[in-house]
């Protein structure tokens, strides 16, 4: 037996063996936030297994986490109705609330949500697999991203709180409230990436109606009364239960104003079709992504693998902006292959409450097999798994594999994994690399390794227009979340910056009056009077 056998076969504990910090008492979730109450589901409810195992008599069985209602389509419209009358066709208390009370409300959400810290990582942990470490990491990722959205609408306020003379016009342009926007955030970043739209929507004024992605859902519910407790009534309402049941009856009320989605473009278009009168649905979309590496001969390659191991496997390749695809001049394929396969070896496997643990249990049950499919699709082609143990699974655990050489009539040539499978094809012309990418449906981004700058900077000039972010010598990666994220063909609708995602919640809106000393009076008397939360030269310090 291969010494990634033998782990495999103990990988999951015992009960007992899970250290005291990390254990879980089942959360029986029969609550459900809409219209300002915490209301109480008699229904059925979902059962929530972890990818997190625990070892049996009859071997290892994914641990009971406890349940979340599964909600009917009467429950997603009240949710949806809710946060229809809160905002009120734009009439609503917080649609119309000046910028600096909203910031006041979202202050004391943060206040409260970082008292759950403890319980909101620990969950985060045992329903999506993901490492204490960084499961820490994503809670206080996000807790820094509402702080730095609130700083940015600060900036963006201040610089549209004077009004300006044009043309004998004068005019205050300023970002008001679209509606009401659907949130569904991703099962990889539940908190963070549901709420990078959650917040700026709430914060330019809109209201929320949010759906816990299919993993990640029990962690939301520490989080109920302080949205209860920190926005008006209907400004913040949760849905729960079968994506398919409960929006496409959502979509097709036509009161949906905003779509903002994370997850597979075929989904969003299904979505987006569902609205009666799709023009007049916003999406932000963050959708698949097929992210490709490319060695070049002079690569520094040991940061190439370390960059390629980190970009391919953190969360076990569970991102969407994991490197995908590793294209490796052929000059350099050996060493790569050599290299990569050692440091791959060097990455620690266990559960997620392990310090240092990097490879552990995913969470969608039946991506064990898709990965085995999409390998044995590939060997069918002609490649080989050249690591020893690559593609080993224990149930919900699956040992990465280094696939090689990758071509043209793989599956994993085009699809993408979201898993711990790394495709590399060999190339002879740096052309190859590029067509791969200029011909792919998804945009997002591009890594590329070298050292020789007249080699790289016209590749540069090549890919800024094929994806949105080119990284050298650098893993592809979101942040920092100042910096816009976003992709072209069927990668991303919108751009979520800290700063971008307050734009794409809202829509400029301006009071215009012509130059005249009667307007100029009444825009005097209602200024000085503070007579109206738009027009207002009020200042936030
Ligand atoms: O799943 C996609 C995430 O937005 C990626 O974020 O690059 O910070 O892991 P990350």
């Known amino acids: 037996m291969t010494e990634i056998e033998t782990k495999l076969k103990t990988i999951f504990p015992d009960e007992a063996a899970i ?4 254990r879980l008492k089942p959360l029986e979730q029969k609550e459900y936030l809409v219209g300002g109450r915490i209301k109480s589901w008699a229904g059925p409810r979902h059962e929530v297994l972890s990818p997190v195992c625990l070892a049996g008599k009859k071997g290892p069985e994914r641990a009971r986490l406890g349940s979340y209602p599964l909600m009917t389509q009467k429950e997603a419209l009240e949710a949806l109705d809710a946060a229809a009358a809160a905002y009120d066709e734009g009439r609503g208390l917080w649609p119309t609330l000046s910028v600096e009370a909203r910031i006041a409300h979202m202050e004391e959400f943060i206040w409260r949500m970082k008292e759950k810290r403890a ?25 820094e ?14 610089n549209s709180s004077r009004l300006s003379v044009t043309q004998g016009i004068i005019a205050q342009i300023k970002r008001a409230p679209l509606g009401v926007v659907l949130c569904m955030g991703p099962y990889n970043y539940p908190l963070n990436e549901t709420f990078t ?13 949010f759906k816990p992605p299919k993993y990640g859902v029990l962690l939301h519910r520490p989080l109920l009364e302080a949205f209860r ?5 209907g400004v913040v309402n949760t849905l729960y239960g079968e994506g398919r049941k409960i929006i496409g009856p959502l979509m097709a009320t036509g009161k949906v104003n905003v779509l903002a989605f994370i997850g597979s473009n075929k989904v969003a278009d299904v979505l987006r079709q569902q609205h009666p009168a799709p023009h007049r649905l916003r999406c932000v979309l963050g959708l698949d992504a097929k992210n490709a590496g490319i060695v070049l001969p002079d690569a520094d390659l040991d940061l190439a693998v370390s960059e390629c191991v980190t970009g391919a496997l953190s969360y076990n390749g569970q991102r969407c902006t994991a490197l995908k695809i590793l294209f490796v001049h052929r000059s350099v394929q050996s060493e790569f292959l050599e290299k990569l396969v050692r440091a791959i070896e060097g990455l620690k496997m266990g ?7 990097k490879l552990t249990p995913l969470p969608e049950a039946e991506k064990p097999a898709y990965l085995a499919e999409v390998i044995a699709d590939a060997k069918k082609h002609g490649a080989k798994v050249i690591n020893e143990g690559g593609g080993l ?11 090689y050489p990758v071509n043209a009539k793989m599956r994993l040539w085009h699809e993408e994994q979201f898993g711990p499978v790394v495709p590399v094809v060999p190339f002879s012309d740096v052309r190859e690399p590029l067509k791969y990418v200029v011909d792919s449906n998804f945009g997002q981004q591009v890594s590329v390794f070298g050292r020789d700058t007249d080699a790289i900077a016209p590749m540069l000039d090549v890919l800024v227009n094929q994806v949105c972010r080119v990284n050298v010598n650098s893993q592809c990666q979101r942040g920092p979340d100042i910096f816009p994220f976003t992709g072209r063909k069927d990668s991303a609708e919108g751009t979520l910056s800290v700063s971008d995602a307050l734009r794409a919640f809202s829509i400029r809106s301006l009071v215009a009056a012509k130059d005249s000393d009667a307007n100029k009076k009444l825009i005097r008397r209602i200024l000085r009077g503070r007579k109206s939360k738009f027009l207002s030269t009020d200042f936030i310090l």
């Open 351 to 357: 559960m997620p409450w392990e310090p240092k643990v």
């Open 197 to 209: 739209t959650l917040i700026p929507a709430l914060l330019m004024g809109n209201t929320v109606v």
């Open 393 to 403: 699974a224990s149930a919900s655990f699956v040992y990465p594999a280094v696939v």
């Open 145 to 158: 991203y509402i702080v730095d959205t609130i700083n940015a609408l600060k900036e963006l306020d201040r």
């Open 19 to 22: 250290p005291e910090g990390a």
């Open 229 to 233: 407790d920190s926005f008006p009534k």
């Open 119 to 143: 319980e909101i990582v620990n969950l985060l942990m045992w329903e999506i697999g993901k490492s204490s470490e960084d499961s820490a990491k994503e809670f206080d990722r996000t807790v």
